[in-house]
Structures are given as C-alpha cells and as structure tokens.
C-alpha cells in the first residue's frame, strides 16, 4: 500500500478553468490557477488531518473516514459540510457546496504524486490537480 502521510506541491492543473466556471464560480478560477498550494496530509489514530496552504492562507480539515465534517477552502470563508470514504490507496471526499450542486474530489496517491480528480454532478467537465510528494 502506497504511503498517503506526507507533504505534496501542487504542479499543474488539467481543465481546471472550465470545471471552475461549470459550477458558476467563474471569479475563483484565476486563484486557483496562479496557487502553488503544498498540501499536507497527516493521520492520528483513526483522524486524518489535511493542511493547504496557497498564497500565505492555510485551511486545515480534520476528520474520520466516512464521517461528515465541515471544510473551507484557502481561498475563501465558506464553510462547506464533506463527507471522505477510503478505498485502498485512494480517498472520494464529497462536498455540498449548494442545495443542488455536490463536487467530488477523488485522491490517487503513488510513491511520487498525488493527482485530485473533480467532478461534479452539474456537468461532466472534469479536472485534475497534480502534487509532487515532497
């Protein structure tokens, strides 16, 4: 099984710009597009802890495998309720970001990256985030 602790620097972006205006939030493109975010990931026990920080903010979200929690992004207040499942070396957090609009983030780890799949139940743009392991 793959290591998934560990700190991973964001290197590009696959679709990112038109997943991000897909969900109606055309004014969060280009900060997503110009982070250089370094996530790191860390586990206590059963609680996971995941630290971002991009662009001199930090968000951290801590939570248990297939419990709900509450999570914010960097680049913004909004508190948004997500709820992650684990299958193997990957993690699928989904998050409700509106009454009718659900993201899902599904995490592939390997030895060298960590690459964040988007998703949303909107449309059928994807996106990709690739992170070097650190």
Do not use: C
């Not at 790191?40 to 971002?52: A, F, P």
């Not at 207040?77 to 299958?87: H, L």
Request: hydrophobic share 30%; aromatic share 8%; charged share 25%.
């Amino acid at each position: 099984m793959v290591q998934i602790v560990g700190k991973y620097q964001h290197v590009s972006n696959e679709n990112l710009e038109e997943f991000v205006k897909t969900l109606g939030h055309a004014e969060l493109a280009a900060p997503l597009l110009q982070s250089k975010a370094v996530v790191e990931i860390q586990k206590n026990g059963e609680q996971w802890t995941i630290t971002v920080t991009s662009n001199g903010k930090t968000s951290t979200a801590t939570f248990r495998v297939n419990e709900p929690y509450e999570e914010k992004l960097p680049s913004s207040e909004r508190k948004f309720q997500s709820v992650t499942t684990q299958n193997g070396d990957k993690f699928v957090t989904e998050t409700q970001v509106s009454d009718s609009v659900k993201v899902v983030r599904l995490y592939e780890f390997t030895d060298t990256e960590m690459k964040v799949h988007l998703s949303t139940n909107k449309s059928d743009v994807k996106a990709t985030r690739v992170y070097k392991r650190l």
